[in-house]
């Protein structure tokens, strides 16, 4: 079942791939979406018997890998909790996505390809999540890599999707290489980049460890980074760092988040695969999955905690004044997986995988909404070109209103009435609120602050898109229409999901049925008590979340609903304010500054310099030129004129004479 699960999309990728023109558009979409439909079943069977069965983790083999010295990589699969539940988001929203696809990209000529990718990049992360050792898990994190750029930059004759998919493509090779440098590190200290080894050998950095002066001395435990000797807990801080920065760079967390907002530039389901299931979601997984590892430094988890609820602020911030309807959700999945970084740093592990679980339904539902959307209006984007959309597309309409309502977390504290955002979201804020690092109270004030930034933002949207006066022209109004039922269908499932997912499934990743869901697949150590804590926090705090989306909500309401003139006004006022949040805290421009225009003057320099001028100059070219200048001056002599060339002879002649005469008495 589990190589079925992983290889029918790359099944998929190869027949759309290598034999689309010749079996068609139709064949290949049918093909590629039927293989997914299957794998998100057999996913889906998988979840609730490893997540409810009394089973425990265990491995798939699949074959021989990586042989050489001490380095045994063995391709296979692991399988226990957290592995069937992102099987499950994966292949479903992919599934969905394909689905969709097949009547969103209907006149596209070149769909056999756009399927093709789609697949490859679902086997990627499928590779990714499966992962039992670190080589495998970078050769699927680099598929995704990958298959990203294929994506996002689908229209090639766009400069713009062009330029999206070289930026996406170079930023997350800033993060990787910090990846890969974290997995040599692992390397160093436990000897193995198998999982199981790894997880096996972390109790002898436990500080019961040092106590009983055991393992103290542990073979390679001590790793020189940078020119500093670094003992054994200061080298796994290092390199629990390292692996963080790859975790920055495909989850896009400030810095490394410019890319995401200009991926927008690909096809809209490329979108919502790429910000809901699968590519923004590795980082988190990576770091749930290495839980034993990130647990026992301190100092990561701070640095984690920090980075996380930074960017869920600033992504909110910047989402505030975005008019672009598909920037708006990609700005909300930047502060989302904020969100579930600030969980993971606080050593609440269960409660980032369940916001990421019930993330991917609601922001799948809003990327495959706007695509509805932007399919109705003849492909226009701006927000400010809508308006009045609600009874012409009204079954877009409330699928895009259960989408907001489950991102801005509507439902009642202290019960179990409310959409997936209420009780994942909500148990982060809580966890932060008892969180006990240094950073906790400051992630809770500023997560706070991003949910009543994201209910206003949210519902900015829609009251923008589907309220108040038609804006578009006439002409494309006479053309709006709802979408066929292949796309329509996607979204009712994923409607459900948003709905009922939190309900249903937060008291096994959060709740009294932790222990017998997880079974061990995430770590925490002894000491870890926020799981027991976030149940037991004051009611004002339950309270705050439902308070913001209410505020959130209660502004838009009057600033595009009551008062339209409003955001406008306001905007004019505070001109500097707004140009810095439109323009993304001027982030793209300060590292256009810093980058990449000296990068641009240092190749140009070595271009037209040393490459030019003294490589080819002094090289190739300049050896070429003299020759050819003196051919040029030797071809004078051939003139054509007979006495020229019995001159040329005559002194010939005397040139030898003298030599033999001179020459023989030497």
């Not at 791939?17 to 079996?23: A, E, N, Q, T, Y």
């Amino acid at each position: 079942m589990y190589h079925a699960i992983v290889f029918l999309p790359l099944f998929g990728f190869l027949i759309a791939g290598l034999l689309g023109r010749s079996i068609g558009a139709k064949a290949s979409e049918y093909i590629t979406s039927g293989f997914l439909v299957i794998a998100a079943v057999l996913s889906w069977v998988a979840f609730f018997t490893v997540g409810f069965g009394d089973g425990e983790a265990f491995t798939v083999p699949v074959m021989r890998f990586i042989q050489s010295g001490g380095l045994d990589v063995a391709w296979s699969f692991r399988i226990d909790t957290l592995t069937v539940v992102m099987l499950v988001v994966v292949n479903t929203v992919s599934a969905l996505v394909h689905i969709y696809s097949i009547g969103y990209m209907h006149h596209d000529p070149h769909r056999p390809r756009f399927f093709a990718y789609l697949s490859l990049f679902t086997f990627a992360m499928l590779m990714l999540v499966t992962s039992d050792n670190l080589v495998q898990m970078f050769f699927g994190w680099e598929g995704v890599g990958l298959a990203s750029y294929l994506l996002i930059g689908f229209w090639y004759k766009k400069p713009t999707a062009n330029a999206a998919a070289i930026k996406a493509f170079v930023v997350n090779r800033v993060g990787d290489f910090g990846f890969i440098l974290g997995i040599f590190g692992v390397f160093v200290l436990f000897g193995s980049v198998d999982l199981g080894t790894i997880f096996a050998n972390t109790q002898s950095f436990l500080p019961a460890a040092d106590a009983a002066g055991e393992a103290g001395a542990q073979a390679g435990s001590v790793l020189n980074f940078l020119g500093y000797e670094l003992d054994r807990h200061a080298a796994l801080t290092v390199v629990c760092l390292l692996l963080f920065l790859g975790a920055m760079g495909k989850s896009a967390q400030v810095p490394l988040h410019t890319w995401l907002p200009d991926a927008m530039e690909g096809p809209t389901p490329v979108s919502a695969l790429i910000h809901a299931a699968t590519m923004v979601t590795a980082g988190v997984f990576m770091v749930a999955r290495l839980s034993p590892i990130f647990e026992l430094s301190h100092t990561a988890l701070l640095v984690v905690t920090f980075v996380g609820a930074f960017t869920a602020f600033f992504a909110a911030t910047v989402g505030l004044v975005q008019n672009d309807i598909k920037r708006v959700i990609a700005y909300s999945t930047c502060s989302q997986l904020g969100y579930m970084f600030v969980a993971l740093g606080l050593g609440f592990y269960s409660a980032a995988i369940f916001h990421l679980f019930t993330h991917a339904f609601f922001k799948a539902l809003l990327f495959l909404g706007s695509g509805s959307v932007i399919h109705a209006v003849s492909d226009e984007q701006d927000m400010r070109k809508m308006g009045g959309l609600r009874k012409l597309i009204p079954t877009t309409y409330w699928m895009m209103i259960i989408g907001t309502l489950a991102l801005t977390g509507v439902g009642i504290p202290a019960t179990i009435i409310g959409t997936a955002g209420f009780f994942s979201k909500d148990a982060i804020i809580e966890g932060a609120f008892v969180g006990h690092n240094a950073v906790a109270t400051f992630a809770f004030i500023l997560l706070v602050v991003a949910a009543v930034f994201t209910s206003f933002y949210s519902w900015r949207l829609i009251f923008m898109t589907f309220h108040g006066k038609p804006r578009a022209s006439a002409d494309v109004m006479h053309h709006v229409h709802e979408s066929p039922p292949v796309m329509l269908v996607p979204l009712f499932i994923l409607a459900a999901g948003a709905l009922f997912a939190g309900v249903i499934f937060h008291g096994y990743f959060v709740g009294e049925a932790y222990d017998g869901f997880w079974k061990g697949a995430l770590f925490t150590l002894p000491d870890n008590h926020i799981l027991h804590d976030f149940h037991e926090v004051p009611l004002w705090v339950k309270l705050s979340p439902f308070v913001a989306m209410l505020l959130g909500l209660l502004v838009a309401y009057q600033f595009y609903i009551r008062s339209p003139e409003t955001p406008k006004q306001l905007a004019a006022q505070h001109r500097g304010l707004h140009a810095f949040l439109l323009n993304k805290w001027y982030f793209d421009e300060l590292y256009d500054v810093v980058f990449v225009r000296p990068a641009m003057r240092l190749g140009r320099f070595l271009w037209k310099t040393g490459d030019g001028k003294v490589i080819d100059g002094l090289g190739p070219d300049g050896v070429s030129a003299r020759v050819i200048d003196v051919t040029n001056k030797v071809v004078k002599l051939q003139t054509g004129y007979l006495y020229h060339y019995a001159f040329a002879m005559l002194i010939g002649v005397a040139a030898l004479v003298t030599w033999m005469m001179l020459g023989s008495s030497f």
